[in-house]
């Protein structure tokens, strides 16, 4: 391969992965606030012990779950482009 197509591939890795950290800290962001939803939804349905606020409970720890999955995603993501960021530098150097 050229160097002028690694170079190509490179940036446009290298954005790949600015753009997804940049929606890893959204991520990171959204699910703290959700973790928090939740953990203030459990207390408070062992607090009253009513249905509906066990419903609450369920519905606020699957959406912060939703939320952990996505950033788990994203991470992983995130190493994959490194590791291929790695390979191409691999290539420039001789």
Do not use: C, W
Request: hydrophobic share 35%; no cysteine; charged share 30%.
């Amino acid at each position: 391969m050229s160097i002028r197509s690694v170079e190509r591939q490179l940036r446009r890795t290298s954005q790949q992965i600015k753009r997804l950290r940049a929606e890893l800290l959204l991520l990171e962001e959204q699910y703290a606030h959700f973790s928090d939803e939740a953990e203030t939804a459990r207390i408070h349905a062992l607090v009253s012990e009513t249905p509906i606020s066990e419903r609450t409970h369920q519905r606020a720890a699957r959406h912060a779950d939703a939320v952990s999955q996505q950033r788990n995603e994203l991470i992983v993501s995130i190493g994959q482009l490194e590791g291929t960021q790695d390979l191409l530098l691999d290539q420039m150097n001789p």
